[in-house]
């Protein structure tokens, strides 16, 4: 989620954009990015319909139907992020009223305590308005959100609480909850508060020291004594076992310590970043193109499901990763993202316009544990899909 030079993306867009050509219906060859901005205009059309209604947010498709969820559901940022990223590429003012229409509709979410998924549903869609428009309002949603966030802090465990307790967990914490650090480092730059700052930093720490082992994967969900600090359980929730290197947590821990060296400079995060990077790129599950199985540990069967929202997630950290990294790391990163966008920008992955209900990559997979969006398409997928195709742009001039 870093700055664009909108002009130069716009550009490169319209007039140079070197990526694998693309089909539309009528048999035109486009970009990827056209593609993208294309497919977009099909989902807006199919959402149209339920955009006054508060189950708003594009997600899924079950049934052979878009599947919309609730504000509350913890993708509810991603439509209006990726609708921001819309504009950036198209230029065109419409997608800009799309996005903040959309994005407004998470308004009561900056107040909301009851998950740490806020730097999701927040930090992606009035963050990304902010890079596109200058707003005190959107910066105060930003502010009141890293307040609420920051109730969930535990301070003598070091860590932001992901999920409420449960029978199985008192205070869980989730490798994913890395992603809601940005928002945290946003509201310092806006308020000048340094409380936010110093959280995200104690929370990167506790969880580099206690997540992950000693091939530099990383555990799903750790239970923390919240008044000792001391690490109850190590599980899963959404891996194959609680040993097992499940694959998007893997690509959410890449993101996570990438954004911590941006926002810090401090080299441990970096180090972090590619010992995880090192782990994906050099794991012998990877399949050849690229797109991981959901699970490293998985059982390799004609039947193993991939998990195409981890690659996208990987492939956006990687490009930022590139950017801090020198010589044969810079190369390599690059080079495995770029394998991974040529691969989910083939037709095995990206759907023809017009086809899977607006939404554009197949084959993610939300949770095999809980038999929960097995082989669908997801919007976070798109999401980073879509980030990533911008910073590889980006990276270009
Ligand atoms: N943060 C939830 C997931 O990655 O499925």
Same mark, same amino acid.
């Given at each position: 989620?870093?700055?664009?030079?909108?002009?130069? @993306?716009?550009?490169?867009?319209?007039?140079?954009?070197?990526?694998?050509? &693309?089909?539309?219906?009528?048999?035109?060859?486009?970009?990827?990015?056209?593609?993208?901005?294309?497919?977009?205009?099909?989902?807006?059309?199919?959402?149209?319909?339920?955009?006054?209604?508060?189950?708003?947010? %594009?997600?899924?498709?079950?049934?052979? &139907?878009?599947?919309?969820?609730?504000?509350?559901?913890?993708?509810?940022?991603?439509?209006?992020?990726?609708?921001?990223?819309?504009?950036?590429?198209?230029?065109?003012?419409?997608?800009? $009223?799309?996005?903040?229409?959309?994005?407004?509709?998470?308004?009561? /979410?900056?107040?909301?305590?009851?998950?740490?998924?806020?730097?999701?549903? /927040?930090?992606? #869609?009035?963050?990304?308005?902010?890079?596109?428009?200058?707003?005190?309002?959107?910066?105060?949603?930003?502010?009141?959100?890293?307040?609420?966030?920051?109730?969930?802090?535990?301070?003598?465990?070091?860590?932001?609480?992901?999920?409420?307790?449960?029978?199985?967990?008192?205070? +869980?914490?989730?490798?994913?909850?890395?992603?809601?650090?940005?928002?945290?480092?946003?509201? =310092?730059?806006?308020?000048?508060?340094?409380?936010?700052? *110093?959280?995200?930093? =104690? !929370?990167?720490? =506790?969880?580099?020291?206690? !997540?992950?082992?000693?091939?530099?994967?990383?555990? !799903?969900?750790?239970?923390?004594?919240?008044?000792?600090?001391?690490?109850?359980?190590?599980?899963?929730?959404?891996?194959?076992?609680?040993? #097992?290197?499940?694959?998007?947590?893997?690509?959410?821990? @890449?993101?996570?310590?990438?954004?911590?060296?941006?926002?810090?400079?401090?080299?441990?995060?970096? $180090?972090?970043?590619?010992?995880?990077? *090192?782990?994906?790129?050099?794991?012998?599950?990877? +399949?050849?193109?690229?797109?991981?199985?959901?699970?490293?540990?998985?059982?390799?069967?004609?039947?193993?499901?991939?998990?195409?929202?981890?690659?996208?997630?990987?492939?956006?950290?990687?490009?930022?990763?590139?950017?801090?990294?020198?010589?044969?790391?810079?190369?390599?990163?690059?080079?495995?993202?770029?394998?991974?966008?040529?691969?989910?920008?083939?037709?095995?992955?990206?759907?023809?316009?017009? =086809?899977?209900?607006?939404?554009?990559?197949? !084959?993610?997979?939300?949770?095999? %544990?809980?038999?929960? $969006?097995?082989?669908?398409?997801?919007?976070?997928?798109?999401?980073?899909?879509?980030?990533?195709?911008?910073?590889?742009?980006?990276?270009?001039?």
């Amino acid at each position: 989620m870093k700055n664009f030079t909108l002009a130069a @993306l716009v550009l490169s867009f319209l007039f140079c954009c070197k990526e694998t050509p &693309k089909k539309t219906e009528e048999n035109k060859p486009q970009s990827v990015l056209e593609h993208v901005v294309a497919q977009h205009e099909v989902l807006f059309k199919k959402a149209l319909p339920h955009i006054a209604t508060p189950k708003l947010m %594009p997600k899924s498709i079950t049934d052979d &139907k878009l599947r919309l969820v609730d504000i509350y559901e913890w993708t509810s940022g991603f439509y209006p992020s990726s609708l921001w990223y819309i504009y950036g590429i198209s230029k065109d003012e419409k997608w800009k $009223e799309r996005a903040i229409r959309y994005t407004e509709k998470l308004d009561t /979410i900056q107040y909301w305590e009851g998950n740490h998924d806020v730097g999701f549903m /927040i930090g992606c #869609s009035y963050g990304n308005g902010l890079k596109y428009m200058k707003s005190k309002s959107y910066e105060k949603v930003i502010v009141q959100t890293a307040k609420s966030l920051s109730a969930r802090f535990r301070p003598k465990a070091g860590v932001l609480q992901s999920w409420e307790a449960n029978k199985r967990w008192q205070c +869980p914490v989730i490798i994913d909850n890395m992603m809601n650090l940005e928002l945290l480092f946003e509201a =310092t730059k806006i308020s000048g508060d340094s409380t936010f700052y *110093d959280i995200a930093v =104690t !929370h990167a720490n =506790t969880t580099m020291k206690n !997540h992950f082992r000693a091939d530099n994967s990383s555990f !799903h969900v750790l239970d923390y004594d919240k008044e000792t600090g001391e690490v109850l359980q190590r599980n899963t929730a959404q891996g194959y076992a609680d040993a #097992s290197a499940w694959s998007r947590g893997q690509s959410w821990g @890449l993101y996570g310590y990438t954004v911590m060296f941006r926002e810090t400079g401090n080299k441990i995060y970096l $180090e972090q970043a590619q010992k995880i990077a *090192d782990f994906i790129m050099n794991h012998p599950n990877l +399949p050849d193109d690229k797109i991981p199985y959901w699970d490293y540990d998985a059982p390799i069967t004609p039947d193993t499901k991939r998990d195409a929202s981890a690659a996208a997630i990987a492939a956006s950290a990687l490009y930022e990763l590139s950017t801090f990294s020198t010589d044969t790391k810079k190369a390599a990163y690059q080079s495995l993202a770029d394998k991974m966008l040529a691969t989910l920008s083939s037709d095995n992955y990206l759907a023809e316009v017009g =086809t899977n209900e607006g939404l554009l990559l197949k !084959h993610s997979v939300g949770s095999i %544990p809980h038999n929960s $969006e097995i082989d669908v398409p997801l919007n976070y997928a798109d999401y980073y899909f879509i980030e990533a195709l911008m910073r590889k742009e980006n990276m270009g001039k």
